[in-house]
């Protein structure tokens, strides 16, 4: 008879703290993020030996270590959901799933301390911000010993704010054109609107650089009697117009509008989407939009994680401009 074979046991902390020569204790310490009090040889043994037996920590003995979950929080703003969220939440998962992490998605209300207290009581190892949490919130989520994600200072000036340099950008790819009455087209929505504001503050602000009026705001349901309604009390001067938008929808919808108003795209009206996304190029005329390059936020997120545990972790001042460009299209 042949002998049945036994499956590998899983190793444990023993296995570890005996292939590196050193105390479970230790192995306990360096593997939860609390190495740094052992020499640097010491921590290196520890994790060579984890990473040749595959060693993963147990989330419970994890947390009893820590004081902390396995749980990381994605916080995002409850507003529209499109796909450049939408992966985003799908390569944070990922990445988590690779640390032995599992993932909250959790949408923030309109009051953030209470949002923020909601996450606490997770207990989680860290969260990460999609552009919700304040420089005072993130000093109150870290003094919990959890860790805010991506580690970057924002710089205080408008222009270092990504939202702000998608508005500039819209702007000046409008007057790219020629001299044109400007518009920002909000959303009509009853969610919160945490993109909005700063991207009319980026149109306003490349307005005044050229000396032209503070752009206009239309606000733009998405059907086409209401966006048409909006926009026609805009193109009562018979001028040229550039509007730029919230997102592609917003764009598609001003679009339609322009067409019911007799109204030539770009001659009379051009106009600028946000996202880049697929419907909007194709539509006829197609698109120009903006689209923000999740690849460097998700590579910056990636590398936090890798150094989750690492207190002296590198922040650098985030600058957002080669993250935003322009997709030319047929409406400028």
């Given amino acids: ?30 593997l939860n993020g609390q190495g740094s009090r052992f020499p640097e040889q010491t921590q290196q043994k520890v994790l060579q030996a984890a990473a040749e037996l595959q060693y993963k920590p147990s989330p419970a003995g994890r947390a009893l270590v ?27 998962s990922t990445q988590a799933a690779r640390h032995g992490l599992s993932v909250v998605v959790r949408f923030a209300g309109r009051d953030t301390a209470e949002t923020l207290a909601a996450i606490l009581h997770f207990r989680p190892v860290a969260v990460v911000d999609i552009g919700v949490l304040s420089p005072e919130d993130r000093e109150t989520l870290e003094a919990t010993g959890a860790v805010a994600i991506p580690r970057y200072r924002r710089s205080p000036e ?6 702000f340099l998608v508005g500039r950008t819209m702007a000046e790819e409008l007057l790219r054109c020629g001299p044109r ?20 503050g980026g149109m306003k602000a490349a307005a005044r650089a050229h000396g032209l009026p503070a752009p206009e705001r239309l606000d733009i349901p998405l059907k086409l009697v209401g966006a048409k309604a909006a926009l026609e009390a805009f193109a009562a ?20 509008a322009g067409r019911a108003l007799g109204l030539e795209t770009p001659g009379d009206l051009s106009v600028v989407g946000v996202d880049a996304t697929e419907v909007g190029q194709l539509v006829s005329p ?47």
């Fill in 66 to 92: 820590t004081g902390r979950s396995d749980i990381l929080v994605v916080i995002i703003p409850n507003t529209t959901f499109g796909t450049n969220l939408q992966d985003l939440v799908d390569s944070v």
């Fill in 158 to 163: 408008p222009e270092g704010d990504l939202n």
């Fill in 237 to 256: 001067s018979g001028s040229p117009m550039g509007v730029g938008c919230y997102n592609d929808d917003v764009a598609i919808a001003v679009l339609a």
């Fill in 1 to 30: 008879m042949t002998a049945e074979t036994k499956p590998n046991k899983r190793p444990t902390s023993f296995d570890v703290a005996k292939r590196a020569g050193v105390s479970r204790a230790t192995v306990s310490h360096v």
């Fill in 286 to 332: 197609r698109l120009t939009t903006v689209l923000m390059e999740n690849d460097a936020l998700m590579a910056r997120i990636a590398a936090d994680l890798d150094e989750l545990h690492q207190k002296d972790a590198t922040q650098q001042v985030y600058d957002p401009r080669p993250v935003v460009k322009v997709v030319p299209g047929e409406t400028t």
């Fill in 181 to 200: 009455r400007l518009a920002f087209a909000a959303l009509v929505d009853e969610r919160q609107d945490p993109f909005g504001p700063p991207r009319y």
